[in-house]
């Protein structure tokens, strides 16, 4: 069974241009929950998604944004990008039910300069 | 809001040696306890998971308990070996979310 694949792996930014992840789930996995870490801040949840459906939101500002297609891929894009988003992005999915083990990506590292 | 404390943030020990790391939850819904090992390069990855109606969970040379009254968790490794090297973090989450809110991470250093 392939895991959960994000592409692309590393991405070099400048500040002010925007970009978007992309994360494959695994098979019959309908959440995609996307988290940002970083050294400072640590693990941070940023939202998830569930048939198409945004179904729970950290605090993060509106530049970061997310959507889900019918296959349950998922992509999250980060509008005018800020030196302090440089981090790990990572996604996690599970089937979606109560208390379901996600499981995690390899993760995109941003570079923003 | 939700906060997991997680300690030590650095734990050395000698190969063979148990380890043992602690986290404490805020939220009192909070239900699902589960524990990631993170390797240099690579995303989080399951090791064992806990859920509030359980106290004890264990597999192989690994264990958690769960003290909902304290609202504290804590990971037991025996048996330490080199490769068990890397940072583990603990983490919480309510009943049908799936948002983690996650500790600090404990950096795990076993020495030949």
């Known amino acids: 069974k392939a895991g959960v694949t994000q592409t692309p792996r590393y991405l070099i930014k400048t500040r002010g241009q925007q970009v978007t992840l992309s994360c494959s789930p695994i098979?019959?996995?309908?959440?995609v929950s996307w988290y940002q870490q970083t050294p400072g801040q640590g693990l941070q949840f940023l939202f998830e998604y569930f048939s198409e459906t945004q179904r729970n939101k950290g605090n993060f500002p509106g530049r970061f944004s997310g959507r889900q297609f019918s296959n349950s891929r998922s992509e999250m894009n980060v509008s005018t990008l800020e030196l302090g988003d440089s981090a790990l992005y990572l996604c996690?999915?599970?089937?979606?039910?109560?208390?379901?083990?996600?499981?995690f990506g390899p993760g995109t590292r941003l570079l923003v300069l | 809001g939700e906060n997991v404390e997680q300690h030590p943030s650095t734990l050395s020990v000698q190969e063979g040696d148990s380890a043992v790391i602690k986290c404490t939850y805020s939220?009192?819904?909070?239900?699902?306890f589960p524990w990631y090992k993170q390797e240099l390069g690579k995303g989080p990855q399951l090791i064992i998971d806990i859920r509030s109606n359980v106290g004890e969970k264990k597999d192989q040379r690994i264990a958690v308990t769960l003290n909902k009254t304290a609202k504290h968790f804590s990971l037991h490794i025996t048996e330490t070996q080199p490769e068990d090297s890397a940072v583990y973090f603990c983490a919480a989450s309510r009943d049908s979310f799936q948002k983690l809110v996650f500790g600090t991470g404990t950096r795990l250093l076993v020495s030949p």
């Open positions: 996690a999915t599970s089937r979606g039910g109560t208390s379901e083990t996600q499981y």
């Open positions: 939220d009192s819904a909070s239900n699902y």
């Open positions: 098979s019959g996995h309908r959440s």
